[in-house]
Protein backbone atom coordinates (compact mmCIF):
# COMPACT_ATOMS: atom_id res chain seq x y z
CA UNK A 1 0.00 0.00 0.00
CA UNK A 2 1.36 3.58 -0.85
CA UNK A 3 1.64 6.54 1.42
CA UNK A 4 1.28 10.17 0.96
CA UNK A 5 2.22 11.18 4.75
CA UNK A 6 4.89 13.39 3.66
CA UNK A 7 4.05 13.76 0.08
CA UNK A 8 1.33 16.38 -0.69
CA UNK A 9 -2.17 14.89 -2.09
CA UNK A 10 -2.95 14.92 -5.54
CA UNK A 11 -5.94 17.10 -6.30
CA UNK A 12 -8.27 16.64 -9.06
CA UNK A 13 -10.60 19.74 -10.01
CA UNK A 14 -12.57 18.49 -12.94
CA UNK A 15 -14.92 15.40 -13.32
CA UNK A 16 -12.40 14.73 -16.46
CA UNK A 17 -9.39 14.16 -13.64
CA UNK A 18 -11.06 12.43 -11.53
CA UNK A 19 -12.03 9.68 -14.03
CA UNK A 20 -8.36 9.22 -15.96
CA UNK A 21 -7.23 9.10 -12.33
CA UNK A 22 -9.61 6.28 -10.89
CA UNK A 23 -9.35 4.57 -14.56
CA UNK A 24 -6.17 3.97 -13.94
CA UNK A 25 -6.50 2.47 -10.76
CA UNK A 26 -8.98 0.28 -12.08
CA UNK A 27 -6.53 -0.83 -15.13
CA UNK A 28 -4.29 -1.75 -12.26
CA UNK A 29 -7.22 -3.58 -10.79
CA UNK A 30 -7.29 -1.59 -7.88
CA UNK A 31 -10.87 -1.02 -6.61
CA UNK A 32 -12.22 2.82 -5.68
CA UNK A 33 -14.00 3.75 -2.66
CA UNK A 34 -15.10 7.15 -2.48
CA UNK A 35 -15.67 9.74 0.90
CA UNK A 36 -17.88 12.78 -0.24
CA UNK A 37 -17.32 15.43 2.11
CA UNK A 38 -18.40 19.54 3.09
CA UNK A 39 -14.52 19.38 4.65
CA UNK A 40 -14.51 20.81 8.03
CA UNK A 41 -12.68 17.46 8.34
CA UNK A 42 -12.20 15.86 11.43
CA UNK A 43 -11.82 12.27 13.16
CA UNK A 44 -15.01 11.00 11.91
CA UNK A 45 -14.08 11.31 8.82
CA UNK A 46 -11.21 9.97 9.14
CA UNK A 47 -12.56 6.83 10.08
CA UNK A 48 -14.13 6.88 6.69
CA UNK A 49 -10.71 7.13 4.79
CA UNK A 50 -9.45 4.29 7.43
CA UNK A 51 -12.74 2.24 6.66
CA UNK A 52 -12.41 2.79 2.72
CA UNK A 53 -8.81 1.76 3.01
CA UNK A 54 -9.37 -1.62 4.56
CA UNK A 55 -11.51 -2.21 1.50
CA UNK A 56 -10.60 -0.15 -1.70
CA UNK A 57 -7.01 0.33 -3.31
CA UNK A 58 -7.60 3.74 -4.00
CA UNK A 59 -9.14 6.36 -1.82
CA UNK A 60 -10.72 9.07 -3.02
CA UNK A 61 -12.15 11.75 -0.75
CA UNK A 62 -14.62 14.54 -2.35
CA UNK A 63 -14.33 18.13 -0.66
CA UNK A 64 -17.71 20.29 -2.19
CA UNK A 65 -19.72 22.59 0.12
CA UNK A 66 -23.33 21.94 -1.43
CA UNK A 67 -24.42 25.52 -1.89
CA UNK A 68 -28.48 22.93 -3.09
CA UNK A 69 -28.61 21.63 0.83
CA UNK A 70 -28.22 24.85 2.61
CA UNK A 71 -31.29 26.74 3.02
CA UNK A 72 -31.19 31.04 2.67
CA UNK A 73 -30.90 31.37 6.58
CA UNK A 74 -28.66 28.52 7.11
CA UNK A 75 -24.77 28.67 7.38
CA UNK A 76 -23.55 28.23 3.84
CA UNK A 77 -21.75 31.29 3.89
CA UNK A 78 -19.97 30.81 7.64
CA UNK A 79 -19.52 26.82 7.00
CA UNK A 80 -15.76 26.09 7.92
CA UNK A 81 -13.81 25.87 4.74
CA UNK A 82 -9.83 24.75 5.05
CA UNK A 83 -8.94 22.68 1.85
CA UNK A 84 -5.03 22.73 3.18
CA UNK A 85 -5.51 21.64 6.63
CA UNK A 86 -8.01 18.82 4.86
CA UNK A 87 -5.95 17.81 2.19
CA UNK A 88 -3.01 17.09 5.03
CA UNK A 89 -5.55 15.54 7.07
CA UNK A 90 -6.51 12.93 4.41
CA UNK A 91 -3.23 12.27 3.18
CA UNK A 92 -2.05 11.22 7.10
CA UNK A 93 -5.35 8.65 6.94
CA UNK A 94 -4.36 7.04 4.06
CA UNK A 95 -6.63 8.77 1.34
CA UNK A 96 -4.73 8.58 -1.93
CA UNK A 97 -6.52 11.21 -3.67
CA UNK A 98 -8.78 14.47 -3.37
CA UNK A 99 -11.72 15.22 -5.76
CA UNK A 100 -12.45 19.30 -4.93
CA UNK A 101 -14.66 20.61 -7.65
CA UNK A 102 -15.41 24.07 -8.12
CA UNK A 103 -18.92 25.28 -8.04
CA UNK A 104 -18.92 25.52 -11.68
CA UNK A 105 -17.84 21.88 -12.05
CA UNK A 106 -21.13 20.74 -9.91
CA UNK A 107 -23.45 22.97 -11.42
CA UNK A 108 -23.21 24.58 -14.87
CA UNK A 109 -25.33 27.04 -15.84
CA UNK A 110 -28.53 25.89 -16.94
CA UNK A 111 -28.15 23.31 -14.73
CA UNK A 112 -31.85 21.86 -13.78
CA UNK A 113 -31.79 18.41 -12.44
CA UNK A 114 -32.79 17.21 -8.83
CA UNK A 115 -32.78 13.57 -7.58
CA UNK A 116 -35.63 13.43 -4.80
CA UNK A 117 -35.79 10.88 -2.67
CA UNK A 118 -39.41 10.57 -0.73
CA UNK A 119 -40.67 8.09 2.05
CA UNK A 120 -37.51 8.00 4.32
CA UNK A 121 -36.24 11.33 3.52
CA UNK A 122 -40.04 13.57 4.58
CA UNK A 123 -40.01 12.80 8.30
CA UNK A 124 -37.61 14.49 10.83
CA UNK A 125 -34.73 16.18 9.13
CA UNK A 126 -36.67 16.21 5.84
CA UNK A 127 -39.26 18.46 7.79
CA UNK A 128 -36.90 20.38 9.94
CA UNK A 129 -35.34 20.87 6.76
CA UNK A 130 -37.36 20.51 3.78
CA UNK A 131 -34.70 21.45 1.33
CA UNK A 132 -31.90 19.78 2.80
CA UNK A 133 -32.53 16.10 1.27
CA UNK A 134 -33.60 17.43 -2.00
CA UNK A 135 -29.89 19.01 -1.93
CA UNK A 136 -27.64 15.77 -0.36
CA UNK A 137 -29.84 13.29 -3.00
CA UNK A 138 -28.52 15.49 -5.87
CA UNK A 139 -25.17 16.07 -5.30
CA UNK A 140 -24.75 12.73 -4.29
CA UNK A 141 -26.39 11.26 -7.05
CA UNK A 142 -23.59 13.05 -9.08
CA UNK A 143 -20.68 12.65 -7.40
CA UNK A 144 -21.60 8.94 -7.49
CA UNK A 145 -21.66 8.64 -11.06
CA UNK A 146 -18.90 11.35 -11.36
CA UNK A 147 -16.74 8.37 -9.72
CA UNK A 148 -17.94 5.48 -10.49
CA UNK A 149 -16.72 4.02 -7.33
CA UNK A 150 -16.69 0.01 -6.41
CA UNK A 151 -17.93 1.61 -2.80
CA UNK A 152 -18.92 4.52 -0.96
CA UNK A 153 -18.75 5.62 2.55
CA UNK A 154 -20.85 7.39 4.89
CA UNK A 155 -20.98 8.30 9.05
CA UNK A 156 -23.97 6.64 10.60
CA UNK A 157 -23.92 10.30 12.76
CA UNK A 158 -26.17 11.37 9.53
CA UNK A 159 -27.69 8.04 9.74
CA UNK A 160 -31.23 9.89 7.86
CA UNK A 161 -28.84 10.91 4.83
CA UNK A 162 -27.11 7.37 5.12
CA UNK A 163 -30.74 5.72 4.41
CA UNK A 164 -31.36 8.27 1.93
CA UNK A 165 -28.38 7.60 0.07
CA UNK A 166 -29.38 4.09 0.46
CA UNK A 167 -32.59 4.27 -0.94
CA UNK A 168 -31.32 6.72 -4.21
CA UNK A 169 -28.63 4.31 -4.87
CA UNK A 170 -30.71 1.08 -5.31
CA UNK A 171 -33.82 2.71 -7.10
CA UNK A 172 -31.94 4.17 -9.54
CA UNK A 173 -29.58 1.53 -9.99
CA UNK A 174 -26.19 3.07 -9.44
CA UNK A 175 -23.84 0.26 -9.63
CA UNK A 176 -21.70 1.11 -5.98
CA UNK A 177 -21.74 -0.56 -2.64
CA UNK A 178 -22.88 1.83 0.38
CA UNK A 179 -20.88 1.54 3.71
CA UNK A 180 -22.34 3.05 6.65
CA UNK A 181 -19.57 3.47 9.23
CA UNK A 182 -19.83 3.93 13.20
CA UNK A 183 -20.19 7.22 14.63
CA UNK A 184 -16.53 8.59 16.32
CA UNK A 185 -17.02 10.54 19.58
CA UNK A 186 -15.36 12.72 21.61
CA UNK A 187 -14.81 11.17 25.21
CA UNK A 188 -17.28 12.61 26.64
CA UNK A 189 -19.66 11.10 23.77
CA UNK A 190 -20.01 14.41 21.71
CA UNK A 191 -20.81 13.17 18.35
CA UNK A 192 -17.74 14.91 16.40
CA UNK A 193 -19.35 17.03 13.51
CA UNK A 194 -17.77 19.79 11.74
CA UNK A 195 -20.64 21.96 13.21
CA UNK A 196 -19.01 21.23 16.84
CA UNK A 197 -16.56 24.38 16.14
CA UNK A 198 -19.28 27.14 16.16
CA UNK A 199 -20.33 25.81 19.94
CA UNK A 200 -19.07 28.13 22.81
CA UNK A 201 -16.86 26.34 26.24
CA UNK A 202 -20.45 27.09 27.51
CA UNK A 203 -22.36 25.64 25.03
CA UNK A 204 -19.56 22.52 24.32
CA UNK A 205 -20.56 21.84 28.05
CA UNK A 206 -24.16 21.61 27.41
CA UNK A 207 -23.66 19.57 24.02
CA UNK A 208 -22.05 16.86 26.12
CA UNK A 209 -25.64 16.10 27.04
CA UNK A 210 -27.01 15.02 24.21
CA UNK A 211 -25.75 11.66 23.89
CA UNK A 212 -25.98 10.67 27.30
CA UNK A 213 -29.73 11.99 27.42
CA UNK A 214 -30.54 9.35 24.18
CA UNK A 215 -27.80 6.71 26.27
CA UNK A 216 -30.71 7.39 29.30
CA UNK A 217 -33.80 7.05 26.65
CA UNK A 218 -32.72 3.81 25.41
CA UNK A 219 -32.18 2.20 28.83
CA UNK A 220 -35.74 4.09 29.90
CA UNK A 221 -36.92 2.07 26.54
CA UNK A 222 -35.63 -1.51 27.55
CA UNK A 223 -37.05 -0.87 30.95
CA UNK A 224 -40.31 -1.20 28.98
CA UNK A 225 -41.27 2.47 28.93
CA UNK A 226 -43.59 3.52 26.28
CA UNK A 227 -42.02 5.19 23.35
CA UNK A 228 -44.53 8.54 23.19
CA UNK A 229 -43.05 8.86 27.28
CA UNK A 230 -39.35 8.50 26.48
CA UNK A 231 -39.53 11.41 23.69
CA UNK A 232 -40.96 13.44 25.89
CA UNK A 233 -38.79 12.70 28.95
CA UNK A 234 -35.98 13.08 26.41
CA UNK A 235 -36.70 16.59 24.83
CA UNK A 236 -37.54 17.68 28.20
CA UNK A 237 -34.18 16.53 29.92
CA UNK A 238 -32.15 18.52 26.68
CA UNK A 239 -34.10 21.72 27.84
CA UNK A 240 -33.32 21.37 31.22
CA UNK A 241 -29.91 20.34 30.38
CA UNK A 242 -29.26 23.86 28.51
CA UNK A 243 -30.48 23.55 24.86
CA UNK A 244 -31.89 26.51 23.54
CA UNK A 245 -34.70 24.49 21.69
CA UNK A 246 -35.32 20.72 20.52
CA UNK A 247 -36.55 19.50 17.37
CA UNK A 248 -37.20 16.01 17.91
CA UNK A 249 -36.54 13.18 19.88
CA UNK A 250 -37.53 10.33 18.17
CA UNK A 251 -38.17 6.33 18.33
CA UNK A 252 -38.33 5.14 14.51
CA UNK A 253 -38.15 1.78 12.49
CA UNK A 254 -34.08 1.72 11.94
CA UNK A 255 -34.70 1.00 8.23
CA UNK A 256 -38.20 3.14 7.11
CA UNK A 257 -37.71 5.79 9.76
CA UNK A 258 -42.02 5.74 10.64
CA UNK A 259 -42.93 5.81 13.93
CA UNK A 260 -42.54 2.28 16.01
CA UNK A 261 -45.33 0.74 18.21
CA UNK A 262 -43.16 -1.75 20.03
CA UNK A 263 -39.10 -2.25 20.63
CA UNK A 264 -40.05 -5.86 18.27
CA UNK A 265 -38.87 -4.37 15.37
CA UNK A 266 -34.88 -3.06 14.93
CA UNK A 267 -35.16 0.81 16.31
CA UNK A 268 -33.48 3.81 16.47
CA UNK A 269 -33.32 6.92 18.22
CA UNK A 270 -32.87 10.08 16.57
CA UNK A 271 -32.19 13.33 18.12
CA UNK A 272 -32.16 17.46 16.76
CA UNK A 273 -31.64 19.99 19.03
CA UNK A 274 -30.16 24.25 19.37
CA UNK A 275 -27.32 25.50 20.78
CA UNK A 276 -27.87 28.99 20.16
CA UNK A 277 -26.95 29.67 16.51
CA UNK A 278 -25.95 25.99 16.22
CA UNK A 279 -28.11 22.68 15.30
CA UNK A 280 -26.47 19.38 16.63
CA UNK A 281 -28.06 15.76 15.67
CA UNK A 282 -27.12 12.50 17.30
CA UNK A 283 -28.69 8.94 16.80
CA UNK A 284 -28.17 5.66 18.11
CA UNK A 285 -29.34 1.99 17.51
CA UNK A 286 -32.26 1.05 20.23
CA UNK B 1 -20.32 -8.20 -37.27
CA UNK B 2 -22.77 -10.77 -36.31
CA UNK B 3 -26.22 -11.19 -37.52
CA UNK B 4 -28.86 -12.82 -35.62
CA UNK B 5 -31.67 -12.62 -38.43
CA UNK B 6 -32.37 -16.31 -38.32
CA UNK B 7 -31.30 -16.75 -34.74
CA UNK B 8 -34.42 -15.77 -31.68
CA UNK B 9 -32.81 -12.24 -30.15
CA UNK B 10 -31.16 -13.39 -26.57
CA UNK B 11 -33.24 -11.31 -23.78
CA UNK B 12 -32.28 -9.89 -20.55
CA UNK B 13 -35.08 -9.70 -17.70
CA UNK B 14 -32.50 -8.90 -14.87
CA UNK B 15 -30.09 -6.06 -14.07
CA UNK B 16 -27.22 -8.55 -13.84
CA UNK B 17 -27.98 -10.36 -17.00
CA UNK B 18 -27.80 -7.37 -18.52
CA UNK B 19 -25.14 -5.74 -16.80
CA UNK B 20 -23.05 -9.52 -17.50
CA UNK B 21 -23.71 -9.37 -21.32
CA UNK B 22 -22.60 -6.02 -21.42
CA UNK B 23 -19.26 -6.75 -19.42
CA UNK B 24 -18.74 -9.29 -21.72
CA UNK B 25 -18.95 -7.37 -25.21
CA UNK B 26 -16.54 -4.81 -23.02
CA UNK B 27 -13.58 -7.23 -21.98
CA UNK B 28 -13.81 -7.89 -25.89
CA UNK B 29 -13.25 -4.38 -26.77
CA UNK B 30 -17.06 -3.98 -28.30
CA UNK B 31 -18.84 -0.41 -27.21
CA UNK B 32 -22.67 -0.67 -26.20
CA UNK B 33 -25.43 0.98 -27.89
CA UNK B 34 -28.33 1.08 -26.19
CA UNK B 35 -32.18 1.85 -26.91
CA UNK B 36 -34.65 2.66 -24.95
CA UNK B 37 -38.41 1.89 -26.39
CA UNK B 38 -41.57 1.00 -24.74
CA UNK B 39 -42.00 -1.76 -27.40
CA UNK B 40 -44.74 -1.71 -30.21
CA UNK B 41 -41.82 -0.95 -32.50
CA UNK B 42 -41.75 0.70 -36.38
CA UNK B 43 -39.36 1.43 -38.51
CA UNK B 44 -38.55 4.89 -36.15
CA UNK B 45 -37.43 2.21 -33.40
CA UNK B 46 -35.24 0.19 -36.08
CA UNK B 47 -33.54 3.14 -37.84
CA UNK B 48 -32.04 3.48 -34.19
CA UNK B 49 -30.79 0.45 -33.57
CA UNK B 50 -29.33 0.78 -37.82
CA UNK B 51 -27.43 4.01 -36.48
CA UNK B 52 -26.37 2.16 -33.26
CA UNK B 53 -25.16 -0.53 -35.20
CA UNK B 54 -22.80 2.02 -36.98
CA UNK B 55 -21.30 3.29 -34.03
CA UNK B 56 -21.43 0.89 -31.34
CA UNK B 57 -20.40 -3.33 -31.60
CA UNK B 58 -23.20 -4.27 -29.00
CA UNK B 59 -26.70 -3.15 -29.81
CA UNK B 60 -29.04 -3.67 -26.43
CA UNK B 61 -32.44 -2.59 -27.62
CA UNK B 62 -34.94 -2.21 -24.27
CA UNK B 63 -38.32 -2.81 -23.95
CA UNK B 64 -40.50 -1.40 -21.03
CA UNK B 65 -43.84 0.22 -20.67
CA UNK B 66 -43.30 2.52 -18.20
CA UNK B 67 -46.22 3.28 -15.94
CA UNK B 68 -44.84 6.36 -14.88
CA UNK B 69 -45.06 8.34 -17.40
CA UNK B 70 -48.82 7.67 -18.07
CA UNK B 71 -51.14 9.86 -16.06
CA UNK B 72 -54.22 7.61 -14.54
CA UNK B 73 -56.88 8.61 -17.39
CA UNK B 74 -54.06 8.08 -20.47
CA UNK B 75 -53.59 4.62 -22.47
CA UNK B 76 -51.30 2.37 -20.32
CA UNK B 77 -53.39 -0.50 -20.51
CA UNK B 78 -54.23 -0.67 -24.08
CA UNK B 79 -50.55 0.32 -25.07
CA UNK B 80 -49.67 -2.14 -27.98
CA UNK B 81 -47.85 -4.62 -26.10
CA UNK B 82 -46.00 -7.62 -28.58
CA UNK B 83 -42.98 -8.68 -27.46
CA UNK B 84 -42.12 -12.01 -29.42
CA UNK B 85 -42.99 -9.56 -33.05
CA UNK B 86 -40.59 -6.57 -31.40
CA UNK B 87 -38.04 -9.06 -30.88
CA UNK B 88 -37.96 -10.60 -33.96
CA UNK B 89 -37.66 -7.01 -35.73
CA UNK B 90 -35.12 -6.00 -33.59
CA UNK B 91 -33.01 -9.06 -34.70
CA UNK B 92 -33.67 -8.63 -38.10
CA UNK B 93 -32.32 -4.57 -37.95
CA UNK B 94 -29.00 -6.02 -36.11
CA UNK B 95 -30.38 -5.72 -32.83
CA UNK B 96 -28.21 -7.78 -30.13
CA UNK B 97 -29.57 -8.02 -27.39
CA UNK B 98 -33.11 -7.21 -25.61
CA UNK B 99 -33.72 -6.28 -22.21
CA UNK B 100 -37.39 -6.70 -21.39
CA UNK B 101 -37.19 -6.28 -17.64
CA UNK B 102 -40.74 -6.89 -15.61
CA UNK B 103 -42.35 -3.68 -13.22
CA UNK B 104 -40.93 -5.56 -10.32
CA UNK B 105 -37.45 -5.19 -11.78
CA UNK B 106 -37.85 -1.59 -12.20
CA UNK B 107 -40.22 -0.47 -9.57
CA UNK B 108 -39.28 -2.73 -6.48
CA UNK B 109 -41.84 -2.49 -3.84
CA UNK B 110 -40.86 0.24 -1.35
CA UNK B 111 -39.18 2.34 -4.89
CA UNK B 112 -39.03 6.08 -3.74
CA UNK B 113 -36.98 8.08 -6.03
CA UNK B 114 -38.07 10.34 -9.20
CA UNK B 115 -35.27 12.53 -11.35
CA UNK B 116 -37.09 15.78 -12.48
CA UNK B 117 -35.63 18.15 -14.72
CA UNK B 118 -36.92 21.62 -14.98
CA UNK B 119 -36.64 24.46 -17.62
CA UNK B 120 -36.95 22.46 -20.58
CA UNK B 121 -39.50 19.93 -19.76
CA UNK B 122 -41.90 22.24 -17.73
CA UNK B 123 -43.42 23.77 -21.39
CA UNK B 124 -45.42 21.89 -23.90
CA UNK B 125 -45.46 18.44 -23.14
CA UNK B 126 -44.82 19.24 -19.83
CA UNK B 127 -47.50 21.51 -19.28
CA UNK B 128 -50.09 19.03 -21.28
CA UNK B 129 -48.70 16.10 -19.22
CA UNK B 130 -47.58 17.17 -16.15
CA UNK B 131 -46.32 13.92 -14.60
CA UNK B 132 -44.62 12.44 -18.20
CA UNK B 133 -40.72 13.45 -18.02
CA UNK B 134 -40.86 13.36 -14.31
CA UNK B 135 -41.56 9.45 -15.35
CA UNK B 136 -39.38 9.52 -18.64
CA UNK B 137 -36.93 10.93 -16.56
CA UNK B 138 -36.76 8.40 -14.09
CA UNK B 139 -36.74 5.77 -15.91
CA UNK B 140 -34.15 6.54 -18.40
CA UNK B 141 -31.74 7.24 -15.53
CA UNK B 142 -32.56 4.21 -14.31
CA UNK B 143 -32.23 2.56 -17.99
CA UNK B 144 -28.83 4.35 -18.25
CA UNK B 145 -27.28 3.53 -14.93
CA UNK B 146 -28.20 -0.25 -15.15
CA UNK B 147 -26.93 -0.59 -18.69
CA UNK B 148 -23.87 2.05 -18.61
CA UNK B 149 -23.16 1.91 -22.31
CA UNK B 150 -21.35 4.25 -24.40
CA UNK B 151 -24.42 5.58 -26.60
CA UNK B 152 -28.07 5.81 -26.51
CA UNK B 153 -29.93 6.83 -29.05
CA UNK B 154 -33.34 8.45 -29.23
CA UNK B 155 -35.84 9.80 -32.42
CA UNK B 156 -36.22 13.40 -32.77
CA UNK B 157 -40.10 12.34 -33.05
CA UNK B 158 -40.02 13.20 -29.24
CA UNK B 159 -37.90 16.02 -29.44
CA UNK B 160 -38.60 17.46 -26.12
CA UNK B 161 -37.91 14.58 -24.83
CA UNK B 162 -34.09 14.11 -26.45
CA UNK B 163 -33.43 17.68 -24.60
CA UNK B 164 -34.87 16.29 -21.21
CA UNK B 165 -32.91 13.18 -21.45
CA UNK B 166 -29.68 15.61 -22.83
CA UNK B 167 -30.31 17.83 -19.95
CA UNK B 168 -30.51 15.02 -17.20
CA UNK B 169 -27.75 13.23 -18.67
CA UNK B 170 -25.06 15.89 -18.50
CA UNK B 171 -26.31 17.25 -14.95
CA UNK B 172 -26.04 14.12 -13.40
CA UNK B 173 -22.87 13.14 -15.04
CA UNK B 174 -24.06 10.18 -16.91
CA UNK B 175 -21.19 8.79 -18.76
CA UNK B 176 -22.82 8.19 -21.79
CA UNK B 177 -23.54 9.92 -25.50
CA UNK B 178 -26.97 11.16 -26.22
CA UNK B 179 -27.33 10.61 -29.85
CA UNK B 180 -30.64 11.96 -31.18
CA UNK B 181 -31.71 10.37 -34.83
CA UNK B 182 -34.08 11.96 -37.33
CA UNK B 183 -37.63 11.02 -37.70
CA UNK B 184 -38.60 8.26 -39.65
CA UNK B 185 -42.36 8.90 -41.62
CA UNK B 186 -44.47 7.18 -44.27
CA UNK B 187 -44.60 8.07 -47.47
CA UNK B 188 -46.99 11.40 -46.94
CA UNK B 189 -44.99 12.20 -44.28
CA UNK B 190 -47.02 11.45 -41.12
CA UNK B 191 -44.14 10.82 -38.29
CA UNK B 192 -44.34 7.19 -37.40
CA UNK B 193 -45.41 6.38 -34.06
CA UNK B 194 -46.63 3.41 -32.03
CA UNK B 195 -49.92 5.14 -31.05
CA UNK B 196 -50.45 5.30 -35.02
CA UNK B 197 -52.07 2.03 -34.75
CA UNK B 198 -54.91 3.54 -32.69
CA UNK B 199 -55.99 5.75 -35.70
CA UNK B 200 -59.22 4.44 -37.92
CA UNK B 201 -58.51 4.55 -41.64
CA UNK B 202 -60.83 8.39 -41.53
CA UNK B 203 -58.11 9.15 -38.61
CA UNK B 204 -55.31 8.11 -40.45
CA UNK B 205 -56.07 10.13 -43.70
CA UNK B 206 -56.35 13.53 -41.25
CA UNK B 207 -53.43 12.62 -39.62
CA UNK B 208 -51.63 12.97 -42.72
CA UNK B 209 -51.99 16.72 -42.20
CA UNK B 210 -50.15 17.49 -39.22
CA UNK B 211 -46.61 17.32 -41.22
CA UNK B 212 -48.12 19.58 -44.07
CA UNK B 213 -49.18 22.18 -41.71
CA UNK B 214 -45.86 21.83 -40.21
CA UNK B 215 -44.12 22.43 -43.72
CA UNK B 216 -46.80 25.35 -44.40
CA UNK B 217 -46.04 26.71 -41.37
CA UNK B 218 -42.40 26.93 -41.72
CA UNK B 219 -42.31 28.25 -45.00
CA UNK B 220 -44.59 31.02 -43.93
CA UNK B 221 -41.52 31.62 -40.82
CA UNK B 222 -39.39 31.83 -43.69
CA UNK B 223 -41.11 34.12 -46.09
CA UNK B 224 -41.69 36.83 -42.57
CA UNK B 225 -44.63 35.84 -41.35
CA UNK B 226 -44.61 36.53 -37.38
CA UNK B 227 -44.13 33.50 -34.95
CA UNK B 228 -47.48 34.75 -33.45
CA UNK B 229 -49.51 34.39 -36.47
CA UNK B 230 -48.01 31.31 -38.01
CA UNK B 231 -48.74 29.07 -35.11
CA UNK B 232 -52.27 30.33 -34.64
CA UNK B 233 -52.84 29.88 -38.81
CA UNK B 234 -51.34 26.55 -38.01
CA UNK B 235 -53.91 25.34 -35.18
CA UNK B 236 -56.48 26.95 -37.11
CA UNK B 237 -55.83 24.62 -40.56
CA UNK B 238 -55.16 21.78 -38.59
CA UNK B 239 -58.91 21.96 -37.10
CA UNK B 240 -60.12 22.47 -40.05
CA UNK B 241 -58.08 19.77 -41.46
CA UNK B 242 -60.26 17.67 -38.91
CA UNK B 243 -58.19 17.21 -36.06
CA UNK B 244 -60.32 17.02 -32.96
CA UNK B 245 -58.46 19.42 -31.06
CA UNK B 246 -54.96 21.07 -30.84
CA UNK B 247 -53.02 21.62 -27.54
CA UNK B 248 -50.10 23.54 -29.16
CA UNK B 249 -48.02 24.92 -32.27
CA UNK B 250 -45.69 26.70 -31.20
CA UNK B 251 -41.91 27.77 -32.60
CA UNK B 252 -39.11 27.67 -30.01
CA UNK B 253 -35.98 28.03 -30.16
CA UNK B 254 -34.34 24.23 -31.14
CA UNK B 255 -31.76 23.88 -27.61
CA UNK B 256 -34.13 25.89 -24.94
CA UNK B 257 -37.76 25.64 -25.93
CA UNK B 258 -38.26 29.25 -25.18
CA UNK B 259 -39.83 31.18 -27.17
CA UNK B 260 -38.14 33.17 -29.76
CA UNK B 261 -38.32 36.42 -31.16
CA UNK B 262 -37.43 35.90 -34.48
CA UNK B 263 -35.58 33.29 -36.56
CA UNK B 264 -32.56 34.50 -36.26
CA UNK B 265 -32.13 32.23 -33.52
CA UNK B 266 -32.13 28.12 -34.42
CA UNK B 267 -35.44 27.04 -34.06
CA UNK B 268 -37.97 24.72 -33.82
CA UNK B 269 -41.74 23.83 -34.58
CA UNK B 270 -43.32 21.32 -32.31
CA UNK B 271 -46.91 20.54 -32.11
CA UNK B 272 -49.31 17.79 -30.88
CA UNK B 273 -53.08 17.19 -31.54
CA UNK B 274 -56.04 14.79 -31.34
CA UNK B 275 -57.89 12.59 -33.66
CA UNK B 276 -60.63 11.28 -31.65
CA UNK B 277 -58.72 9.77 -28.58
CA UNK B 278 -55.31 9.72 -29.96
CA UNK B 279 -52.73 12.03 -29.20
CA UNK B 280 -50.25 13.04 -32.24
CA UNK B 281 -46.69 14.75 -32.38
CA UNK B 282 -44.47 15.91 -34.32
CA UNK B 283 -41.77 18.48 -35.05
CA UNK B 284 -39.10 19.73 -37.54
CA UNK B 285 -36.19 21.94 -37.59
CA UNK B 286 -37.65 26.00 -38.68
Known sequence: MRKHVSAPLPIART????????????????????IPTM????????????AAKQRCG???ATLFVNPKQFAPHEDFDRYPRNEAGDADLLASAGCDLLYAPGRSVMYPDGFATSVLVSNVSTMLEGQMRPHFFGGVATVVTKLLLQALPDAAFFGEKDYQQLLVIRQLTRD??????IVGCPTVRERD???????????????RRVA???????????????????????EGEASRHLAAAGFTSVDYVA???AATLQPVASLAEPARILAAAWLGKTRLIDNMAV
Do not use: C, M, Q, W
Open 15 to 34: VADLRSAIAAERNNSRTTGL
Open 39 to 50: GALHEGHLSLVR
Open 58 to 60: FVV
Open 172 to 177: LDIPVE
Open 189 to 203: GLALSSRNAYLSAAE
Open 208 to 230: SRLNVVLHDAIKALRAGAPVDAV
Open 251 to 253: VRN
